[in-house]
């Protein structure tokens, strides 16, 4: 990392590649789990992947679009995660018997990990020199409530699609942010 990125900035780009790799070891847990535990396994990637994008959604990209406007990786990014989105509402639909599921969770694999990798090495390389230090920490705060808004929504999440779980991942974060910082809702 540059010198001159605040080490808030660097604590915040550690948070995002740890997550990535968090989402990496729950897509591997759904691909290797026995009937026994796979549904468990499906329920806390789909609760993970709704919370970690959310968290992007509300916070990261409208701070990263609001530094540069012009940065098209930002719009790359964001459309991966509407492919990413679409490819979990899809994959929602398709039985599991008979291994028509695999190839579908295999691309969806494939999509978060491609995502994941332009997002730490492209996205991020470029905006953490732009950030300042208040930036970061509100970034930071939002990724550190993924974990409880994911265990939050694993509870609910065979009740809900993926849509729904976005929407109540938002919803949360909202709630718990406006909670610590004892403010009245946000506008937007």
Same mark, same amino acid.
């Given at each position: ?88 509402? +899809? $994959? ?6 008979? %291994? ?5 969770? *295999? =691309?969806?694999? !494939? @999509? ?39 265990? +939050? $929504? ?6 809900? %699609? ?5 929407? *109540? =991942?938002?919803? !949360? @974060? ?15």
């Amino acid at each position: 990392m540059q010198a001159d990125v605040d080490p808030e900035a660097v604590a915040f780009a550690r948070e995002v590649g740890r997550q990535h790799r968090r989402l990496q070891r729950l897509m591997h847990d759904v691909l290797t789990a026995g009937d026994g535990a796979w549904e468990d396994a499906w329920h806390q990637l789909r609760a993970f992947l709704a919370a970690h994008e959310a968290a992007e959604r509300s916070v990261m990209h409208p701070l990263f679009r609001a530094r540069d406007r012009d940065d098209a990786s930002v719009v790359d990014r964001v459309a991966e995660e509407e492919d990413i989105a679409r490819a979990m509402t +899809t $994959l929602e639909q398709v039985p599991r018997a008979d %291994g028509w599921f695999r190839a579908p969770l *295999l =691309a969806l694999c !494939e @999509l978060v990990t491609a995502h994941s990798h332009r997002e730490e090495h492209d996205e991020l390389a470029g905006f953490l020199h732009r950030i300042t230090e208040d930036d970061a920490v509100e970034l930071l705060e939002v990724l550190l409530l993924v974990e409880h808004v994911a265990g +939050t $929504l694993a509870e609910q999440s065979p009740d809900h %699609g993926f849509a729904d779980l976005l929407d *109540l =991942a938002e919803d !949360e @974060l909202d709630r718990l942010l406006l909670a610590s910082r004892g403010r009245g809702p946000r506008t937007s």
